[in-house]
């Protein structure tokens, strides 16, 4: 639902005949039809597709695909409608281990420009220590060194983007975390879906992803469920490439998955929000405590 606030004359210092049309132009340029981005042809027939606004500019959708079986969650994130993305880590040094929905829930309780709508996992760590394994930079300090991974980023600008490699400190992140391999650039697959990491690791697995499109202003995050048949099996590389391609991504990354593989939205409009897990992470214990995280916040009133 979209919220309309009515604002009385007292709030305009204008004369009561140039109201009327300043009103219209407001709404015309703030309120516009809550339609979410069309969804282009899949590369296999999907029996469930839902989809629901979690707030202006961000939507989530529900795919399922029997083939796979593939449960699959996608979050679709518009940032030039008053959202912005920032990397998460649970402590003020690399190292730490703390799931995603806890990430996501002290960043609401300290943020006081906006609103966390939503996050996923990010990038690769270590398990002795938690440290991610490629570049993190929050708020423009950066913690860890790509380390030849490459990575997705925010800049100072709001833009996100996917640089290859060592390109991603050459572009001024503000926001950045790492992840391999790169699975599309330029609107085409990379070679990498069948070439990064061993068999095991190109093979099916729960995915978590992240694409980029319209010239970085918008998003799409990724969430493929599996090792649950038959609920979800999980994707290979070149199928995760493949959904972020027909979901319209130009350039896209794999980030983590398996049991660290986790979708949070907010379940409120209004603070504080809590957050409730979308997927069905694979551990059996439930959700995986991972070494950072991507989150959504809204910046203005819903």
Sequence with gaps: MIAIKWLSSNSFAMRPHRLVP????AVAACVRPATPPALG??????????VERVTEGVWYRYLYAPSGPWAIHVLDVDLSRCNRLVAVKGSKSAAGRTKTTQLLARLARETIDGRVVAGVNAD??????????????????????????????VDSSGHAWVAAGGEALARGPRYAVGGRPLLIRDSVITSDVETNGDAGFRGRNPRTAVGVARAGRRVVFVVIDGRQKP???????RETASILLALGARDALNLDGGGSSTIALSTSPEPPSFLRIANRPS????????GDAIAVIHTCAS
């Design 22 to 25: 300043f009103l219209c132009l």
């Design 231 to 237: 609920y979800s099996d999980g994707t290979s590389l």
């Design 283 to 290: 551990d059996a214990v439930g959700e995986r405590p991972v």
């Design 41 to 50: 042809p899949l590369p296999f027939a999907t029996d469930t597709a839902r």
């Design 124 to 153: 690769f760590f270590s398990l002795a220590n938690g440290t991610p394994v490629g570049l993190l930079v929050v708020d423009g300090r950066k913690l860890t060194d790509p380390g030849g991974e490459s990575a997705f980023g």
